[in-house]
């Protein structure tokens, strides 16, 4: 090649290796981003040894959460505008997840606040993740909604991909379950970190 019989040969095979690189780093994004947690074990009706109060008379959601996980956002991005087309038809719990011995400073993080602000939904922490595990969950923005007899409705996750909102199946199967409408999915994948680590995907 005349590139590198024009002495800039070197030059030619470090932008090669430049861009080689790239795309390898870029692959593992989106690998990553587009890789689910572990896919939940719920019960099939609400769980009995469960401490949470499930509404009798509209379905009950509950989400668990990790405080330190950014991914998270999204999902609490998308549970809000969730709420704002089924404000008053649904109760909603989030478990915030916290380990043994962190103090309450611990859970108190961007995360616990943002899901202050949306209205109808109680916030909970979750000592060592027992809650989650009564639901079967492990990932931070699995989501589980039953129904008045306690029934499972759905399970899984509200975004599309890790850390992006946006139109997703999950989202669009609660709607239309809340308002007790017909779906073709009732389980979705979910993209978040483990409830039992730093707030790191795993």
């Not at 239309?176 to 979910?190: D, E, F, G, K, Q």
């Amino acid at each position: 090649m005349q590139i590198f019989r024009s002495g800039r040969g070197p030059a030619a095979l470090a932008v090669l290796c430049w861009l080689f690189a790239i795309g390898a780093g870029l692959q593992r994004l989106w690998a990553y981003a587009y890789t689910p947690g572990p896919a939940a074990a719920a019960p099939a009706r609400w769980p009995a040894e469960s401490r949470l109060p499930r509404d009798a008379h509209r379905p009950t959601l509950v989400m668990l959460l990790h405080p330190h996980c950014a991914c998270s956002r999204a999902s609490l991005g998308e549970l809000a505008q969730l709420m704002a087309h089924v404000q008053d038809k649904v109760t909603v719990h989030l478990l915030f997840y916290r380990p043994v011995g962190a103090g309450p400073e611990w859970s108190q993080t961007d995360l616990w606040d943002s899901a202050a602000a949306i209205p109808g939904v109680d916030r909970r922490i979750d000592e060592e993740g027992v809650e989650a595990a009564r639901f079967g969950g492990f990932v931070s923005g699995q989501t589980f909604l039953f129904a008045e007899d306690a029934r499972l409705l759905f399970q899984g996750g509200i975004t599309f991909a890790r850390g992006h909102a946006g139109d997703n199946d999950g989202r669009q199967s609660l709607q239309a379950l809340i308002h007790h409408r017909p779906v073709s999915t009732r389980r979705t994948p979910v993209f978040g970190c483990l409830l039992g680590s730093g707030g790191s995907a795993s």
